[in-house]
């Protein structure tokens, strides 16, 4: 068995605690063969319907297709939505012991509409203020009890309002305290407030929104000099940028390392930041050399995205394509 097979095998060993808003991501694919006589829009003729986990349940799926035992912690609805999103868990084979209900909030579904590989819509259903008291505590609780039981700490964050400063600064220094490793797929909201995190994961939008700063995309040395900004800001020990095409930049004092992109045939990108966020933490779990995190992180991501609709990784091609593109450099 050689080093890329063994750390495959290490993520079987490995429990982690993703928090953060879950949602369903709802799909209606069929078929456009008319426009409305209504209004001049496309007429879908229904064909198949499919719900499944989104957002940081989409992470846990990640996590538990590579081996490892996902905890998931969330605020959702008390709701039909939440019933479906509870069964939803159950079939997945993914624990709801993380999971609080809220009489005060909706459970959020992404409906989306597709003819044939057409992305036509998407209706959100959803709500974004930030939890109340409460749901906070209720929340926090679950997380002090769970989080010492795993290797790494993963924060998903949609902006939907189930990440607070508050919860956020809690977990870290928890965190820190017990020598487990935090790593954060973070949103605008709180995008500041993640500091002393083990690995921040901005994709290059997020970046140049987060520091409020303006350049080209295809600017490599502008971005590199704003991964060292953020690094500061944060008192992060890694910053790991995914730019897209443009492949992965990951940094920390010692040393950058730009990953290319693997030239794919793109199918969706949706939830290949979930994915690449997964792998990270299972690599930083490991503590894998950052160039490997990266390398395999960024594989992941455009893996990922030769699937249509929002799926978890398939530890098998991982691997594969790992052991053919990684195996002489490992």
Request: with cysteine; net charge negative; hydrophobic share 40%.
């Amino acid at each position: 068995m050689n080093y890329v097979q063994q750390i495959f095998r290490q993520f079987e060993e490995l429990r982690i605690l993703v928090i953060g808003d879950v949602m369903i991501d709802s799909y209606l694919w069929g078929s456009v063969t008319r426009i409305s006589p209504e209004a001049p829009v496309p007429i879908l003729n229904v064909q198949r319907r499919e719900q499944r986990l989104g957002g940081a349940a989409n992470v846990a799926l990640n996590l538990q297709s590579l081996g490892a035992k996902p905890i998931l912690c969330s605020v959702i609805g008390n709701d039909s939505e939440a019933e479906k999103f509870l069964r939803l868990l159950e079939i997945c084979g993914l624990s709801r012991q993380g999971i609080t209900q809220s009489m005060h909030r909706i459970t959020t579904v992404k409906h989306r509409i597709l003819a044939a590989s057409q992305h036509l819509l998407r209706i959100d259903s959803e709500m974004d203020k930030l939890i109340d008291e409460e749901e906070e505590n209720d929340l926090w609780q679950k997380i002090e009890i769970l989080l010492p039981q795993t290797q790494a700490v993963i924060f998903e964050d949609y902006d939907k309002g189930v990440i607070t400063k508050n919860l956020i600064e809690k977990t870290i220094q928890l965190a820190q305290k017990l020598q487990i490793p935090t790593i954060i797929d973070p949103k605008k909201r709180n995008f500041e407030y993640y500091k002393h995190c083990t690995l921040f994961k901005p994709n290059l939008k997020e970046l140049k929104e987060g520091l409020k700063l303006d350049f080209e995309n295809n600017n490599l040395e502008a971005i590199k000099e704003a991964v060292k900004i953020l690094h500061q800001k944060l008192s992060a020990q890694y910053v790991m940028t995914t730019l897209s095409e443009k492949g992965v930049l990951i940094y920390n004092e010692q040393e950058m390392h730009h990953i290319p992109a693997h030239i794919r045939n793109i199918a969706d990108v949706s939830g290949a930041g979930d994915t690449v966020v997964s792998v990270a933490a299972l690599g930083v779990a490991l503590q894998l050399p950052p160039k490997l995190i990266a390398e395999l992180s960024n594989l992941a991501g455009g893996i990922v995205c030769e699937y249509q609709g929002v799926v978890p990784i398939p530890k098998e091609r991982l691997l594969a394509e790992a052991l053919k593109t990684l195996g002489e450099s490992v």
